[in-house]
C-alpha cells in the first residue's frame, strides 16, 4: 500500500499525538547525537532524530530502522501508533543505551559521521548496549520490546552487515525528494496490459513506488526520499510488472544525472532567499533519456527539478519525475 493512498494516511487525531509527542523535552533533541530539533524519526524504533544522524540510520535497511521526515512525509496510523507505544527518546534509550561499556561515548551534535556511524550501529544494528536477555524486534514497519527474536528477523539481522558495512564510510552531503508523478503509453507485460511500479536507486539504497494494477498510464504522485552520498552517482530508474506466481518484468529504465540540481542548489545555497527563478537545466542529448530540457527552478524558496524520461530497452513507456534537493541544514 503506497504511502500516499487515502487509506493509509494517518487520522487527523494521531497526527496531532505524534505532535504532542514530538514536543516533549526528551523529543527536542536527538536520540543519539543530542542535537537540537531534530524532523526525522525512526518509525519502528520509535525515536526522534536529526537529519546527520538520519543518514546512518537510512544506511542500515528499513528492516533495522525506517525513517521518516516529522514535516515531509506522510504517516500511516501503525506507524504513530509505534512512536507512542515506545514513548520517545527517553523510553527508548533506557533500554537501548541500557549498558554502555566505559570509554564507548555518544556522539555530539558536532560529532564526524564516521564517530556517529559507529555509534548508531553498535545502538541498533548490532545491539551491544542492551541486557544480554533483551531484543528489539522490528516487524513490518512496526516495533515491540521483547526477550525473544525470532530466526527470520535474526536472518535478517545477519544478511544486513555486508551492505551496511560497504555504507560504514559513506558522507551524506544532503536528501533527495523524488516524486514520482505517472507513466505514460508503458509496454505490455500481461494478456493486455501491466501492473507497473517504479524503483529508484542511488549507491546502496532503493525505494519504490506502489504497484498500479492493469494499468499502461498509471498515476502514482508518490514522494520517495534518499539520502545523497559525497561521491553520489546518477539516480537510477526501473520499471517493473507485478507478477504474483513469478518473477517480475522488467519494462524499461532510465538514468538521472543528479549532478546539474546538486550544482544549482550549491549556488543558491540558501533557496529560500530566492524569489521563484530558474536557475539550471539538464539539456537533453542522444546519451540520456529525456524527452526535453530538464529546467531547475527554485519554487517558494524550494530547489526542485522537472524530469521527463523516455524508458530504455523497452518498446514504449514514459516516465515523469519532480525531484527536491534538501540540503543537510533543514
Not at 559521521?113 to 548496549?129: A, C, D, P, T, V
Not at 539520502?227 to 539516480?235: H, M, R, Y
Not at 519532480?322 to 533543514?330: N, R, S, Y
Request: glycine content about 6%.
Amino acid at each position: 500500500m503506497s504511502r500516499s493512498a487515502i487509506s493509509s494516511r494517518a487520522s487527523a487525531g494521531n497526527i496531532g499525538r505524534l505532535k504532542q509527542l514530538l514536543h516533549k523535552s526528551d523529543n527536542r533533541v536527538c536520540a543519539d547525537c543530542g542535537a537540537q530539533d531534530p524532523k526525522w524519526a525512526s518509525a519502528n524504533i520509535g525515536v526522534f532524530i536529526c537529519l546527520k544522524c538520519c543518514g546512518v540510520h537510512r544506511s542500515l535497511g528499513t528492516h533495522i530502522s525506517k525513517v521518516l521526515s516529522v514535516t515531509l512525509d506522510e504517516w500511516t496510523d501503525d506507524e504513530i501508533n509505534s512512536m507512542i507505544e515506545v514513548g520517545g527518546n527517553s523510553s527508548a534509550n533506557e533500554i537501548y543505551e541500557a549498558f554502555i561499556p566505559e570509554g564507548f561515548s555518544k556522539p555530539g551534535p558536532d560529532s564526524s559521521h564516521e564517530e556517529r556511524m559507529k555509534f548508531i550501529r553498535s545502538k541498533y544494528e548490532l545491539q551491544e548496549f542492551l541486557k544480554h536477555s533483551l531484543r528489539i524486534v522490528s516487524v513490518s514497519g512496526r516495533s515491540s520490546l521483547q526477550s525473544s527474536l525470532s530466526q527470520k528477523i535474526l536472518d535478517s539481522f545477519g544478511s544486513s552487515n555486508s551492505s551496511s558495512k560497504m555504507e560504514g564510510m559513506v558522507e551524506f552531503i544532503g536528501i533527495l525528494k523524488v516524486k514520482v508523478i505517472k507513466g505514460t503509453n508503458l509496454a505490455v507485460r500481461d494478456l493486455l496490459t501491466s501492473d507497473p511500479y517504479v524503483v529508484l536507486t542511488l549507491g546502496q539504497q532503493t525505494v519504490q513506488t506502489q504497484v498500479k494494477k492493469s494499468n499502461l498510464n498509471p498515476v502514482w504522485n508518490e514522494e520517495l526520499m534518499l539520502s545523497v552520498p559525497q561521491n553520489f552517482g546518477a539516480l537510477k530508474l526501473k520499471v517493473y510488472d507485478h507478477d504474483t506466481f513469478s518473477a517480475d518484468d522488467i519494462m524499461g529504465e532510465a538514468e538521472v544525472d543528479l549532478q546539474p540540481l546538486i550544482t544549482s542548489a550549491m549556488a543558491f545555497e540558501d533557496s529560500t532567499m530566492f524569489a521563484n527563478m530558474q536557475i539550471g537545466k539538464w539539456l537533453k542529448s542522444y546519451d540520456n533519456a529525456l524527452i526535453e530540457d530538464s529546467i531547475i527552478n527554485i519554487v517558494d524558496g524550494k530547489v526542485k527539478q522537472e524530469v521527463l524520461l523516455k524508458l530504455q530497452n523497452v518498446e514504449s513507456g514514459d516516465v515523469e519525475l519532480e525531484l527536491e534537493w534538501i540540503p543537510l541544514d533543514q
